[in-house]
């Protein structure tokens, strides 16, 4: 009966027909066959004569206790694995153990300019950025989380690569800048008094990366012609407008006797940067004049001289100051 059964599950190898036995057949089967292996082992092992001779015994010595000990194989806790037998090689699968989820390690590259001038580096998601001399960033070797993150120590203009999805940040020693897309400036030189960031298009926000008290820093949002400056001695980060703006949209700057406030809107238009003025008292102040390729605050000055106005700046705009126009 044990046989006829061992036979019948080898039969049945590569198929998905099992074997019909209770708990108590299968025990009773595994405890036979394993005195089976026994006695079959023991019955083909060869007689030696020669103590220190080497005899390698086969792996499976007989056809029965090949049965034998595919049965346990199949009865037992279950394995992937080849067995050997008469004919094609099957494959038997029993068990098949759950994969467990890896965690990859990301793999950071490091830039290091040492030469005298600029150097581009292109990053992995397309953002292109040109490093300063003395300076060095660190970045992934691919962006493959929520958020595409680099380090960097000196200077680097950065021109990223729009993608909402995942926000763009460069960590320095002491702030954070994070962006979806656009063009801005970082200044961090170890042992530089102050961190700048300047934008040149679309906007940022700069924070500080830690403060002494451990108190959530406040942040600061960046336009196009404006920079934020930290200040790590005094713990202060503010918003201003960077040395000398650039033109983003240009046109033409002649004016024959139009609006005052029709010049400034187009200023502000031209360089991105607010200006803010009474409207009411330039409502009857009108101007004729014809600009070029003059910085802005130079055009800013040649208007207050023409008009006996003057301006300030304050956390990235222009105030515009001047006194009511007399109408004629």
Wanted: contains cysteine; glycine residues 6%.
């Amino acid at each position: 009966m044990e046989k006829q059964r061992v036979e019948e599950w080898y039969q049945r190898l590569g198929s998905k027909q099992e074997l019909d036995l209770t708990p108590e057949e299968r025990a009773e089967l595994v405890a036979t066959v394993w005195q089976r292996i026994a006695t079959l082992t023991t019955a083909a092992s060869p007689s030696v004569s020669f103590p220190k001779a080497k005899v390698t015994r086969p792996l499976w010595p007989s056809l029965g206790v090949r049965w034998a000990a595919v049965v346990l194989l199949a009865l037992g806790a279950g394995v992937v694995g080849m067995l050997s037998v008469p004919g094609p090689t099957k494959l038997l699968t029993i068990w098949q153990p759950k994969t467990k989820p890896t965690t990859t390690k990301t793999a950071w590259l490091v830039y290091a300019n040492t030469s005298k001038s600029e150097a581009r580096v292109a990053l992995p998601d397309g953002s292109l950025i040109t490093l300063a001399a003395a300076s060095s960033l660190k970045y992934p070797r691919s962006f493959t989380g929520p958020r595409r993150t680099v380090y960097l120590t000196g200077a680097a203009f950065f021109d990223v690569f729009h993608d909402a999805g995942h926000p763009f940040s460069v960590y320095t020693d002491q702030v954070v800048t994070t962006v979806l897309g656009t063009s801005f400036r970082v200044q961090a030189y170890p042992g530089q008094p102050e961190v700048q960031v300047q934008v040149r298009t679309g906007r940022v926000r700069v924070s500080p990366r830690a403060t002494a008290t451990g108190a959530p820093a406040a942040s600061v949002v960046v336009l196009p012609n404006q920079q934020a400056v930290y200040s790590a001695v005094r713990q202060e980060l503010r918003r201003e407008l960077v040395a000398q703006p650039v033109l983003l949209a240009p046109q033409p700057f002649v004016f024959n006797d139009r609006p005052v406030a029709e010049v400034l809107d187009a200023l502000q238009k031209a360089y991105g940067v607010a200006i803010v003025y009474d409207a009411a008292a330039l409502h009857n102040c009108t101007i004729n004049l014809s600009l070029g390729d003059e910085p802005l605050f130079e055009k800013l000055d040649i208007i207050s001289e023409t008009l006996g106005a003057s301006y300030d700046k304050a956390d990235g705009r222009i105030l515009f100051h001047s006194q009511p126009c007399r109408a004629e």
